[in-house]
């Protein structure tokens, strides 16, 4: 399985954000742990509703949480 074409700065948000932590974002979230980790893993691609989510939890647009890397 390959990894989506989609990169993310939620690491570096969290940080940027008081260090919050994976379970923190998670329940602002409403998702899990785990979901969180594989996001920030980039092993998998959010629904538009979760990426707009985390992206209100940090206070940002969208395009601040994701960018899409072009695939030759």
């Known amino acids: 399985m390959t990894a ?3 990169a993310n700065q939620i690491r570096r948000l969290r940080f940027d ?3 919050m932590t994976q379970e923190g974002l998670a329940q602002a979230c409403g998702v899990t742990r785990q979901t969180i980790i594989a996001l920030e893993a980039g092993r998998y691609a959010p629904s538009l509703e979760l ?3 985390i992206a209100r939890a940090f206070g940002v647009g969208v395009e601040d949480v994701f960018q899409w ?3 030759e």
């Open 17 to 19: 954000h008081g260090e």
């Open 4 to 6: 989506p074409p989609i």
């Open 69 to 71: 890397k072009e695939t």
């Open 51 to 53: 990426a707009f989510r």
